[in-house]
């Protein structure tokens, strides 16, 4: 399901100045997300909530929430007295630039690297879901713009059994589960109860990216009106804006036997380029 608010403001071409800008404000929900020829979405978990497709229930791994683009043209005026030299210098030129700015994509916070820690008996399972908490500070589980610090951790927890009758039952450590030991934490965690967090209920850093080109255009009428050999330079992420990309999935809050992993936080690749530039030359006619 996919609903969106599309906005659209744009200012023709006059006085040598042109102007375009966009927004969407979108959310885009499903239980599984593919592409015809296999899975496209790093974000993604490996295995989805089988039994109960409800509990898969969230937003896209695709899913960006806002976008903004705007886009202008400058034809700098020109020097319409003058000759020779001084017209090839001063007249012809026109400046470009490119602003966009959007929300990160989702991903999901989970526990466990290998084992199946949750005791699903399933091989294609190698996570579970903690708890998240709704404390202090826990309305939102990410810090923007601290790459080694990204995810709250403090935010999560392990899943806990209700009650001691609930835990000896289930997750004392001398129950056997498929034949090998439950919790071998103190009650009241549980590690073979799944947590109340869900899929895609964080998401990633957003995007911010400016780039700009510089356009010089000499016309040579002595072989026709529209002959130009039009000359190009164009930088690319001119701020050199380091815009990073989700945690790699899985993203580990816990490691397989409960503990703290210290690198659920550390934002590690980027989404854009450094700073680049490009030279170019143009013939037209």
């Not at 790093?42 to 886009?71: C, E, H, K």
Request: proline share 7%; with cysteine; net charge positive.
């Amino acid at each position: 399901m996919y609903d969106d608010l599309e906005v659209k403001i744009q200012k023709q071409m006059s006085r040598g100045f042109q102007l375009q800008g966009s927004f969407t404000w979108g959310k885009s929900i499903d239980t599984s997300s593919s592409v015809v020829a296999g899975n496209a979405f790093q974000n993604s978990i490996s295995s989805p909530d089988w039994y109960d497709m409800s509990l898969n229930r969230a937003v896209s791994d695709f899913n960006i929430g806002r976008t903004l683009v705007i886009n202008g043209v400058w034809q700098v005026p020109g020097w319409k007295s003058a000759t020779g030299l001084k017209e090839f210098v001063g007249n012809g030129w026109q400046l470009g630039m490119i602003f966009k700015v959007n929300d990160g994509p989702p991903f999901t916070p989970v526990w466990g690297s290998g084992g199946d820690p949750a005791k699903t008996k399933s091989s294609d399972v190698t996570y579970a879901y903690p708890n998240r908490l709704t404390g202090s500070g826990c309305q939102t589980l990410v810090n923007p713009g601290n790459p080694d610090n990204y995810i709250k951790s403090q935010c999560f927890a392990l899943p806990t059994a209700p009650d001691m009758a609930f835990w000896q039952a289930n997750c004392d450590k001398t129950t056997k589960i498929y034949g090998t030991p439950a919790t071998t934490e103190p009650f009241p965690v549980c590690f073979n109860l799944r947590g109340n967090a869900g899929r895609n209920i964080a998401n990633g850093p957003g995007l911010t990216n400016v780039d700009l080109s510089l356009f010089k255009n000499n016309y040579v009428k002595r072989i026709s009106e529209s002959f130009n050999i039009q000359f190009r330079a164009e930088v690319f992420n001119i701020l050199n804006h380091a815009n990073f990309g989700p945690p790699l999935t899985p993203v580990n809050v816990f490691n397989s036997d409960g503990s703290p992993t210290s690198v659920s936080g550390h934002l590690t690749s980027t989404v854009t380029t450094s700073r680049q530039l490009q030279f170019a030359l143009k013939v037209g006619w």
